[in-house]
């Protein structure tokens, strides 16, 4: 039996990118969009193919995904974001409530939405995720928007 397999590549050129970012905690997610940036560029990504919208906070994030995503300009879109847990679980309803918005606008707008919204439960994992011993968050996300992409062409989606 012969099996037809396709996989992902990590080539960005000739692919379109939208990134949303929160300002809220921008000194963590200026940090994750410096991250996404260079990897977009190091897969070949084109300047003039790369879009990045400011939200107030995670919250707002969903709502430009949604019309980044539909709009037909992009071929992925990246949300980044950090929500800091505090004193009460705000921070986890907060990540929860985005997580399923972004992957319900991917499913209706076909176009793969990357959830590159960190969870922190303090600064130091903050710190952490936006590109000290744990990487960038930002970075993995572009990554994965790069193969996502790439795939959903390959299949003709």
């Not at 099996?3 to 997610?29: C, H, P, W, Y």
């Not at 980044?68 to 949300?79: E, H, T």
């Amino acid at each position: 039996m012969k099996i037809r397999e396709i996989g992902g590549e990590l080539m960005a050129q000739k692919l379109r990118f939208g990134l949303v970012i929160s300002r809220f905690n921008d000194m963590f997610t200026t940090q994750l969009l410096r991250g996404a940036l260079d990897c977009l560029q190091r897969h070949g990504a084109d300047e003039d193919a790369v879009t990045v919208v400011w939200v107030p906070g995670a919250c707002e994030i969903p709502l430009i995904a949604q019309k980044l995503a539909v709009s037909g300009k992009y071929d992925a879109v990246i949300a980044l974001g950090m929500v800091i847990q505090g004193a009460t679980p705000h921070a986890g309803l907060i990540s929860g409530q985005v997580a399923r918005a972004l992957t319900q606008i991917a499913m209706k707008a076909d176009v793969p939405v990357i959830d590159g919204v960190v969870v922190a439960d303090n600064l130091d994992q903050a710190i952490e995720r936006a590109g000290s011993k744990a990487g960038n968050r930002g970075w993995n996300a572009a990554l994965t928007a790069v193969e996502m992409a790439g795939l959903c062409k390959k299949i003709g989606v």
